[in-house]
């Protein structure tokens, strides 16, 4: 399995004879398309209440992602490519632990939890950007195939206990503590006004 980790890191990762633009490509990937995707999701979440349930769950399932990512490299410190001395580490990482990706797990969560919205379609741009994200890290050299896989996995499976065991018990409490103040302010205002009429 080792073989077939290091075989598929030495396709993708990029070599020494590769254009400049596309590691300029590659390190924008990495860098930047995680936080603008997280912009885009808080840039809906001003105008619709469904976005801002899909922010909520995007963040709290990032936070959780981040959380089991530092968990599982304190237990199991797997190191990346450039200590086994191979490809090429265009972005310093020193010897911090790879597995899994921080950067693909946190991206895969804030993708897959956007399931919760109506529409499949912001979901799966999301996951294109996840996807480009997660080649990023390999093609720049700081993770192998294997750090991606279980990132993904990871991050899917986080945004779905986020959304199932906490956004939305959330919201359902907070939807009938809405109802409940309603009906406690129709039945004052109908008090009144039979006293009005009396």
Do not use: K
Not at 37 to 61: C, D, N, P
């Amino acid at each position: 399995m080792q073989g077939l980790d290091f075989a598929l890191f030495g396709l993708i990762n990029a070599g020494p004879s590769v254009a400049p633009w596309s590691l300029a490509f590659a390190e924008f990937c990495s860098d930047l398309l995680p936080a603008m995707l997280t912009l885009a999701i808080g840039f809906s979440a001003l105008f619709s209440r469904r976005w801002r349930y899909a922010l909520f769950t995007v963040l709290l399932s990032v936070l959780a992602a981040w959380i089991v990512v530092t968990v599982i490299r304190s237990l199991a410190p797997i190191p990346r490519p450039a200590f086994y001395g191979l490809g090429i580490q265009w972005v310093p990482q020193g010897v911090r632990p790879g597995f899994p990706s921080m950067h693909a797990a946190g991206t895969f969560a804030a993708a897959f939890a956007l399931w919760c919205l109506p529409s499949r379609l912001p979901m799966l741009a999301a996951l294109v950007v996840a996807a480009l994200v997660a080649w990023s890290r390999v093609y720049l050299g700081l993770h192998f195939p294997s750090d991606i896989v279980a990132a993904t996995m990871l991050g899917a499976l986080v945004a779905i206990v986020v959304e199932r065991g906490i956004s939305r018990p959330l919201s359902q409490a907070a939807s009938g503590a809405l109802v409940a103040r309603r009906r406690s302010a129709r039945s004052r205002l109908r008090r009144a006004a039979s006293l009005n009429t009396d």
